[in-house]
């Protein structure tokens, strides 16, 4: 039972990252019609956001070590630590939830300059062109992160107070052997809000309503008068702010390198696909749907039956379900059809 | 008018021609290097010879490899009579004048192996090949160093191999043209299992992680043996991908296996992963069969616990050197190293940075470049005042034979630096093996010059 409830928290937590990336591509496609590749590089940009303000917040000066004797050896001290003392040390404690308010603008920024400057030029374009665009474009962004990061992954530390473990079997009553570590129950509460937050502004606010409609009828829409495009353009923003959000907050759990996006894009694609294409509950679904059938999959148990089974779980759950399902779980007739 | 119809047209005549040409010129291409050479990137009269470092820049283990290439440069400054000279001083043969080799200037070209085995093939290949590599030295990865050995030994050059710990490197895999100063899976198990004993009793229930490629495999079977040897069970042992990132998926099973240590059989990057992800599922803070759960990390190295910062204290495992070791040759390559870049060495650099040196020195005692020489200078050779106490290159296996040490993360460090703490330096004699026992069981062959 412990051992059951902690997969599923373990699958819960990958789900919620999957969910993340899968429901901005779904956002993306449903309204602009566009197979982003390079959604993957957000992810990994919205990482590299954290990255960049840890590096902001400990610029450090050099101060002599003198516990070494033998050689001249040097501390990196912070300046925000020199200057402020506790309080610095506080802040740069601080580095990752900070840096989701320094991602939002700056994502935001990325998507709208991605869209008006890349994507809208293909948008009456096959899906193969899309798909090899976005890809390059991935591409050119993972090699300049690389440039300018060098190709390891960079740590970003959880902030002290939710750096250890939550003793969850207490809650459950199972005693002490379940306990689980605070960031990553921190990470599936914010992929839950994240999630909550887009459908609440999708269905509840009138811009939502605008857009929903346009995913449902473009045409009709822009008769109505209604600049659609201006909206979904302003929608790949929020694709984009959602993407980088989910890769800051993960960089405790991995710590993150130029290639982290493509990692997740891949399976990303294949929850899309899984969840249905275009639907947005769909994405999520299948996203903690297959986080938890990975998790499941990775148990000692269930690999002395079917070894290596890990690796290509995901993969098998979608080919099954495309053989039965072609529109996925909860795709719609007519999406990426005839 | 007759009609000669011969069969072959210009153009075929052309392509016969081209094919000829190129058949005649083939044979030169394999034997070039026999024209007034007896071995493959022969130096003759030039001023300088070149040595090819191939080092991970990349990957799991790129912090090492940065480390190894400082060492590597260190050592090439040495050997040209450059900076303080380090543990050229201290070094029991006197060989080696400070002036490069056999008088000639040593000159690098350095490789990245990316912690893979093609990738390093490919680099080695192209500094033997287009550089002219004399040596090829570097590692991290028992997988990589074990490829490039066997490319080294195929194309008839030296390998010194830098950080491998791998029993097969000098195990089923050992070759006749490749060295290794680093001690191995075995010895880590020989040095560490009494210090275990002690320390945690002779009633435990042991779960092991294992990087899954040779090294982790020759660890985990080494540690294991070595520890059921003194009584412990072994609850599981699993294999995790290299480079996995994130190890949840493998720590939470450990959580209810019932075991009460977890051994991670993992290095580099993966190694400060999985203990900061133990530590912060709550392994350490466990009580498992009413006593306290403990972890171990059988090869150790500053630089994880630099990147595992506070996770390591406490944590026993073994080390090949440390920079806090109080012998003239450690201190004065500590003091030469530290001077030139700020912060001493790690394990991995100083292994580096001996073979150059035991590279050289071969070279010089031979008289020769030629690596069937060379292998016959550094067979069963004897030496001192390079940071482990006397030191035997086996020549059955080319094992290095010296003090193993047991290590602890240091609970109350004094310097940023002193993260380890050195618990036990083990006799050479307690980590000697038969070079034929069934781990090891391999052929050397025989020696490759290259032409």
């Given at each position: ?78 300046y925000l630590e020199v200057w ?131 995913m449902q009828d473009r045409e ?119 | ?175 006749r043209n490749g060295f290794r ?271």
């Amino acid at each position: 039972m412990d051992a059951i409830l902690l997969q599923i928290l373990n699958g819960l937590d990958k789900g919620g990252a999957y969910a993340l990336i899968a429901l901005g591509l779904t956002l993306i496609f449903g309204t602009l019609g566009v197979v982003n590749f390079a959604h993957g590089a957000l992810f990994m940009l919205g990482a590299f956001c954290a990255v960049s303000l840890r590096e902001l917040l400990t610029l450090s000066m050099k101060v002599k070590d003198e516990s070494i004797t033998f050689f001249d050896a040097y501390k990196e001290v912070p300046y925000l630590e020199v200057w402020f003392g506790e309080t610095g040390t506080m802040i740069i404690d601080l580095a990752v939830p900070l840096s989701i308010l320094f991602a939002i603008p700056i994502m935001l920024l990325i998507g709208l300059a991605m869209e008006r400057g890349l994507i809208q030029h293909f948008y009456k374009r096959t899906h193969a062109e899309q798909i090899l665009v976005t890809f390059g474009l991935a591409i050119v962004l993972q090699e300049i992160v690389k440039a300018y990061f060098g190709a390891n992954p960079i740590p970003q530390p959880a902030p002290e107070a939710v750096a250890g473990s939550a003793n969850i079997g207490a809650l459950f009553g199972l005693g002490d052997s379940v306990v689980y570590p605070w960031w990553r129950l921190v990470y599936l509460a914010f992929s839950g809000v994240v999630i909550a937050a887009v459908f609440a502004f999708l269905q509840f606010t009138t811009f939502g309503m605008v857009v929903r409609a346009g995913m449902q009828d473009r045409e009709t829409v822009g008769l109505l008068g209604i600049n659609i495009q201006r909206r979904f353009t302003i929608v790949f923003g929020i694709a984009a702010v959602v993407a980088g959000l989910a890769g800051v907050m993960y960089t405790p759990i991995l710590p993150p390198d130029y290639h982290i996006g493509m990692d997740f894009l891949v399976l990303s694609f294949v929850v899309v696909v899984v969840g249905g294409m275009g639907s947005l509950g769909g994405a999520v679904a299948a996203g903690f749907l297959l986080g938890i059938l990975q998790s499941f999959a990775s148990m000692n148990e269930v690999k002395s039956i079917l070894p290596g089974i890990d690796q290509i779980i995901i993969y098998l759950v979608a080919v099954v379900i495309l053989l039965v399902r072609p529109r996925g779980l909860m795709g719609r007739k007519g999406v990426m059809e005839g | 008018m007759a009609k000669f119809d011969t069969g072959v047209s210009r153009r075929n005549l052309l392509k016969g021609g081209l094919a000829l040409s190129g058949a005649l010129a083939a044979p030169t291409f394999f034997t070039r290097h026999a024209f007034g050479a007896d071995f493959l990137n022969n130096p003759g009269n030039a001023a300088s010879i070149k040595l090819g470092f191939n080092v991970p820049q990349t990957g799991a283990y790129a912090d090492e490899g940065a480390d190894e290439l400082r060492a590597f440069q260190l050592a090439v400054k040495h050997l040209n009579g450059e900076g303080d000279g380090g543990m050229l001083n201290t070094f029991s043969s006197k060989a080696l004048k400070g002036n490069g080799v056999l008088g000639k200037k040593v000159e690098y070209v350095t490789g990245d192996t990316q912690t893979k085995s093609d990738a390093a093939r490919a680099s080695a290949k192209r500094m033997i090949e287009k550089d002219g590599a004399l040596m090829i030295s570097g590692g991290s990865s028992s997988g990589v160093a074990i490829a490039v050995q066997g490319l080294c030994q195929d194309a008839g050059i030296i390998f010194m191999a830098g950080l491998t710990h791998s029993n097969d490197t000098t195990g089923k895999d050992r070759r006749r043209n490749g060295f290794r100063h680093f001690f191995n899976a075995y010895q880590s198990g020989a040095a560490l299992a009494p210090v275990l004993k002690a320390n945690y009793g002779t009633d435990r229930v042991a779960y092991h992680l294992t990087a899954d490629y040779t090294w982790g495999w020759t660890q985990e079977e080494s540690i294991k043996n070595a520890t059921e040897a003194v009584g412990w069970k072994t609850a599981a042992a699993v294999k995790t991908p290299l480079g996995a990132g994130d190890f949840s998926q493998y720590i939470t099973p450990v959580l209810n296996s019932g075991a009460d240590v977890l051994v991670l059989n993992h290095y580099g990057k993966d190694m400060v992963n999985s203990l900061t992800q133990a530590v912060q599922f709550g392994l350490r803070d466990k009580k498992v069969n009413g006593k306290d759960f403990a972890i171990v990390v059988p090869l150790y190295s500053r630089l994880m616990a630099q990147g595992a910062g506070a996770n390591v204290k406490g944590i026993f495992g073994s080390t090949n050197w440390h920079w806090s070791l109080k012998d003239e040759g450690s201190q004065a390559f500590v003091k030469s190293f530290g001077a030139e870049y700020g912060f001493p060495p790690s394990q991995a650099a100083h292994t580096c940075y001996v073979q150059t040196l035991l590279y050289a020195d071969a070279c010089e005692r031979a008289g020769t470049f030629a690596p069937c020489e060379v292998v016959k200078a550094l067979e069963g050779f004897e030496f001192d005042g390079l940071g482990n106490g006397p030191t035997l290159y086996r020549a059955e296996d080319h094992q290095c034979f010296k003090k193993v040490l047991v290590v602890k993360g240091n609970e109350n460090p004094t310097s940023q630096f002193d993260l380890l703490e050195v618990v036990q330096e083990v006799p050479r004699e307690q980590v000697t093996y038969d070079p034929n026992i069934p781990q090891f069981a391999g052929d050397l062959g025989p020696c490759n010059n290259g032409a």
